[in-house]
């Protein structure tokens, strides 16, 4: 505290002095800034004040203890993050909203052989020898968020890691899991399709666990000696169906407020995104019994985990007897809400966020983003003492219950549905730092301005963010490249940073998927193995990701620089360029897609004509953009207009919440993002006439965001 209070006497001036030399200049322009160099100057007063040692004492504060969203200690939290917003100068609000949560009562796993004998009963205690937080009262037992309650007994089918193409090689095998226990484990895709598919195909429950070969001793040292999944850690997590919706299971497309009326709520133990199957997830120590004793056919080579002996597919030779006890209520949760009224247009909001909530302390996810987060707003405050106010209105947002669902978030975006339809960016960070190494997702129009953004920034390593992120993925092709030199796969000829597409599993997806506000997201990542764990604490952060948390500030600095040159840029700076390059390549993927897969009849030539159509419009828009127009209100509406442009307004198939037809999380996937998701998975269902409907929507879109672009242009 007194370190902070220091830090705002000083002149930012003289603060400016402790960045590095290299970074004094700074670039010398910024696509949409008409006087860039004034810019550059409040970028740099910005950059001087976000504080590793204070970062340090943030995220202390915030993993002190288990938050789970809607506990007591969670809504310490919220008071804790809305003081800190407070103190910068932000209009703070702690908003309240209703959700169906659940908490564990009982949960038992036991395991006999076919003799009757005793092979495991746990859940284990997460422990290791020498780890000051895993024995804290407060630590809730490994559950999974919207599993329902059941007492189950069966024999037990292991899926590999419960994809598609596992449950497919289970059929090739003449393997049912029809009234079976089904034994998966994590990776591959998002745990709630594991769920998904096994009860799509009839099976009595699921059990999920860590296997070594994905975050254990197999990658490395095990926590506290490195940075992998100790034995006994376990990863928790939700298995709501959110690649059907995401929030509050009782209210799709409404904000689950206090006050919202029972009439107005689905029943959330029927709605569309709760599992009917129990599931829990367990540890490679309690695991290790069961499939050491799976009778059955041995698993295809490339199932085998790194478990020091043979894997069988089952059913025979193990029983497991699975019981769950679930607390489900509507519990109140916490979002901390932050403005800064923009000056010239106070209605287009720069929205910045990330949650609060953790499955037990959270130090790498999600508080790592926190702390960066308040640094930003540290920095942010800074400027507001000398009198600088921003163009556009900032808000920042601490979501809570992210971890059940996306819950804060999506409730707040339903919330203010009419006002984000004018927010011109969202800004998230989740896992903000669990090692050195930057990387970013984002809508095509935003990419080239994250990478901006990135050149910065001065980075630990030297040099700047974007010089280091190069130099990584770089390196990390190379060593794909010698991997895979029998393959005749050569290193990528790309110069540029690559950034990834936005699927789902974090806060942007109510705002790009269901609302279609341009989004990013944000991180700084290493060995990290402790995710959804007791062990992902204060004491395995300062070991293995950020000892001096100066990725903290790091993180802190391009987050503020992002939302900075949002605000205050002149005209917007999408790049719908390089966007419709990119849906034109997403065209003519599933073109081939369709012709591999035997899928006739589908006429692509409309889609991709008006791609091309978007593009060209796009090369106009992009000279327009560069001239600067004296008054830029008119091309700013119609700039953000184009990506609203792409919703639907039916929504996907099957799941109407997903509105945008060029990103979605994938039904089977679950976090990766499916691009052209109504056109791809009716390719995948093989289902031709969906697909044809399918390809008519997206080209409407198209055609409809080419037309505003043809109106901005002139």
Same mark, same amino acid.
């Given at each position: 505290?007194?370190?902070?209070?220091?830090?705002?006497?000083?002149?930012?001036?003289?603060?400016?002095?402790?960045?590095?030399?290299?970074?004094?200049?700074?670039?010398?322009?910024?696509?949409?800034?008409?006087?860039?160099?004034?810019?550059?100057?409040?970028?740099?007063?910005?950059?001087?004040?976000?504080?590793?040692?204070? $970062? +340090?004492?943030?995220?202390?504060?915030? @993993?002190?203890?288990?938050?789970?969203?809607?506990? *007591? &200690?969670? /809504?310490? %939290? =919220?008071?804790?993050?809305?003081?800190?917003?407070?103190? $910068? +100068?932000?209009?703070?609000?702690?908003? @309240?909203?209703?959700?169906?949560?659940?908490?564990? *009562? &009982?949960? /038992?796993? %036991? =395991?006999?052989?076919?003799?009757?004998?005793?092979?495991?009963? +746990?859940?284990?205690?997460?422990?290791?020898?020498?780890?000051?937080?895993?024995?804290?009262?407060?630590?809730?037992?490994?559950?999974?968020?919207?599993?329902?309650?059941?007492?189950?007994?069966?024999?037990?089918?292991?899926?590999?890691?419960?994809?598609?193409?596992?449950?497919?090689?289970?059929?090739?095998?003449?393997?049912?899991?029809?009234?079976?226990?089904?034994?998966?484990?994590?990776?591959?895709?998002?745990?709630?399709?594991?769920?998904?598919?096994?009860?799509?195909?009839?099976?009595?429950?699921?059990?999920?666990?860590?296997?070594?070969?994905?975050?254990?001793?197999?990658?490395?040292?095990?926590?506290?000696?490195?940075?992998?999944?100790?034995?006994?850690?376990?990863?928790?997590?939700?298995?709501?169906?959110?690649?059907?919706?995401?929030?509050?299971?009782?209210?799709?497309?409404?904000?689950?407020?206090?006050?919202?009326?029972?009439?107005?709520?689905?029943?959330?133990?029927?709605?569309?995104?709760?599992?009917?199957?129990?599931?829990?997830?367990?540890?490679?120590?309690?695991?290790?019994?069961?499939?050491?004793?799976?009778?059955?056919?041995?698993?295809?080579?490339?199932?085998?985990?790194?478990?020091?002996?043979?894997?069988?597919?089952?059913?025979?030779?193990?029983?497991?007897?699975?019981?769950?006890?679930?607390?489900?209520?509507?519990?109140?949760?916490?979002?901390?809400?932050?403005?800064?009224?923009?000056?010239?247009?106070?209605?287009?909001?720069?929205?910045?966020?990330?949650?609060?909530?953790?499955?037990?302390?959270?130090?790498?996810?999600?508080?790592?983003?926190?702390?960066?987060?308040?640094?930003?707003?540290?920095?942010?405050?800074?400027?507001?003492?000398?009198?600088?106010?921003?163009?556009?209105?900032?808000?920042?947002?601490?979501?809570?219950?992210?971890?059940?669902?996306?819950?804060?978030?999506?409730?707040?975006?339903?919330?203010?549905?009419?006002?984000?339809?004018?927010?011109?960016?969202?800004?998230?960070?989740?896992?903000?730092?669990?090692?050195?190494?930057?990387?970013?997702?984002?809508?095509?129009?935003?990419?080239?301005?994250?990478?901006?953004?990135?050149?910065?920034?001065?980075?630990?390593?030297?040099?700047?963010?974007?010089?280091?992120?190069?130099?990584?993925?770089?390196?990390?092709?190379?060593?794909?490249?010698?991997?895979?030199?029998?393959?005749?796969?050569?290193?990528?000829?790309?110069?540029?940073?690559?950034?990834?597409?936005?699927?789902?599993?974090?806060?942007?997806?109510?705002?790009?998927?269901?609302?279609?506000?341009?989004?990013?997201?944000?991180?700084?990542?290493?060995?990290?193995?402790?995710?959804?764990?007791?062990?992902?604490?204060?004491?395995?952060?300062?070991?293995?990701?950020?000892?001096?948390?100066?990725?903290?500030?790091?993180?802190?600095?391009?987050?503020?620089?992002?939302?900075?040159?949002?605000?205050?840029?002149?005209?917007?700076?999408?790049?719908?360029?390089?966007?419709?390059?990119?849906?034109?390549?997403?065209?003519?993927?599933?073109?081939?897609?369709?012709?591999?897969?035997?899928?006739?009849?589908?006429?692509?030539?409309?889609?991709?004509?008006?791609?091309?159509?978007?593009?060209?419009?796009?090369?106009?828009?992009?000279?327009?953009?560069?001239?600067?127009?004296?008054?830029?209100?008119?091309?700013?509406?119609?700039?953000?207009?184009?990506?609203?442009?792409?919703?639907?307004?039916?929504?996907?198939?099957?799941?109407?919440?997903?509105?945008?037809?060029?990103?979605?999380?994938?039904?089977?996937?679950?976090?990766?993002?499916?691009?052209?998701?109504?056109?791809?998975?009716?390719?995948?269902?093989?289902?031709?006439?969906?697909?044809?409907?399918?390809?008519?929507?997206?080209?409407?879109?198209?055609?409809?965001?080419?037309?505003?672009?043809?109106?901005?242009?002139?």
């Amino acid at each position: 505290m007194n370190h902070r209070a220091l830090a705002s006497c000083l002149c930012l001036s003289a603060l400016a002095i402790s960045l590095p030399a290299q970074n004094a200049g700074g670039p010398q322009s910024s696509f949409g800034y008409r006087d860039f160099a004034s810019q550059a100057k409040i970028d740099q007063q910005f950059l001087a004040v976000p504080d590793a040692k204070l $970062a +340090g004492e943030e995220l202390k504060t915030l @993993t002190a203890a288990p938050h789970v969203a809607g506990s *007591k &200690e969670d /809504h310490d %939290t =919220a008071l804790y993050v809305a003081e800190k917003f407070k103190a $910068a +100068g932000l209009d703070t609000a702690i908003v @309240t909203y209703k959700a169906w949560l659940n908490l564990p *009562k &009982e949960i /038992h796993v %036991t =395991a006999t052989d076919a003799s009757g004998k005793v092979l495991m009963t +746990g859940p284990t205690r997460e422990h290791v020898e020498g780890d000051p937080f895993d024995k804290d009262p407060r630590v809730v037992m490994p559950f999974n968020g919207s599993s329902p309650s059941g007492d189950v007994t069966a024999e037990v089918v292991y899926a590999n890691y419960g994809r598609p193409e596992d449950f497919k090689k289970l059929d090739d095998l003449g393997v049912s899991v029809k009234g079976k226990i089904v034994l998966v484990r994590y990776g591959g895709n998002f745990r709630g399709v594991k769920v998904y598919i096994a009860q799509q195909r009839g099976a009595a429950g699921v059990i999920i666990y860590s296997d070594p070969a994905d975050d254990g001793y197999y990658r490395g040292d095990m926590y506290p000696k490195g940075p992998y999944r100790p034995e006994t850690g376990v990863q928790r997590g939700a298995v709501q169906y959110l690649f059907k919706y995401p929030g509050d299971a009782s209210t799709p497309g409404i904000a689950s407020t206090s006050d919202l009326p029972e009439s107005k709520r689905l029943k959330p133990e029927t709605a569309p995104n709760m599992p009917q199957i129990p599931s829990t997830p367990i540890s490679y120590h309690d695991a290790a019994p069961i499939l050491q004793a799976l009778a059955g056919p041995a698993v295809p080579h490339e199932w085998q985990g790194a478990l020091p002996f043979a894997y069988h597919v089952g059913p025979g030779g193990v029983k497991v007897h699975m019981v769950l006890k679930q607390d489900f209520a509507y519990r109140d949760i916490w979002d901390v809400i932050g403005k800064i009224k923009g000056t010239d247009w106070p209605d287009a909001w720069v929205v910045a966020g990330n949650h609060r909530d953790a499955w037990v302390y959270g130090a790498v996810d999600p508080n790592s983003g926190t702390a960066a987060m308040l640094e930003a707003v540290h920095g942010i405050g800074e400027l507001l003492k000398t009198g600088w106010k921003p163009k556009r209105t900032i808000v920042f947002g601490s979501w809570d219950a992210e971890e059940e669902g996306l819950i804060g978030s999506t409730e707040w975006a339903e919330d203010n549905a009419s006002a984000l339809a004018h927010a011109v960016a969202y800004f998230n960070t989740d896992v903000g730092v669990s090692g050195p190494n930057f990387d970013a997702s984002a809508v095509p129009s935003l990419k080239n301005f994250v990478r901006e953004v990135a050149k910065e920034v001065p980075s630990p390593k030297g040099g700047n963010v974007y010089e280091q992120w190069q130099k990584s993925q770089t390196e990390g092709e190379s060593r794909r490249h010698s991997a895979n030199e029998h393959m005749g796969k050569g290193a990528s000829s790309q110069s540029d940073v690559e950034i990834g597409d936005l699927g789902s599993g974090s806060d942007y997806t109510p705002f790009i998927q269901h609302l279609g506000v341009p989004s990013t997201d944000i991180g700084s990542g290493g060995p990290y193995g402790v995710y959804h764990s007791v062990f992902d604490n204060y004491n395995w952060f300062i070991k293995n990701a950020d000892p001096t948390f100066v990725y903290e500030q790091q993180q802190a600095r391009v987050f503020g620089i992002e939302i900075l040159h949002m605000a205050d840029t002149d005209v917007l700076p999408y790049d719908y360029v390089n966007y419709g390059k990119e849906i034109s390549e997403y065209i003519e993927a599933a073109k081939k897609k369709a012709a591999d897969d035997g899928v006739s009849g589908l006429d692509f030539a409309p889609a991709l004509s008006a791609a091309n159509r978007f593009t060209s419009a796009a090369e106009a828009v992009h000279k327009k953009q560069q001239e600067l127009p004296t008054d830029p209100a008119e091309l700013n509406t119609q700039l953000r207009t184009v990506e609203s442009d792409l919703l639907s307004s039916a929504g996907l198939p099957n799941r109407p919440w997903f509105k945008h037809t060029v990103y979605a999380p994938g039904e089977y996937t679950g976090y990766a993002a499916v691009v052209i998701p109504g056109v791809n998975e009716a390719i995948d269902a093989k289902d031709s006439a969906r697909a044809a409907m399918q390809l008519t929507t997206l080209t409407d879109s198209i055609n409809r965001a080419a037309s505003t672009l043809g109106a901005a242009s002139k």
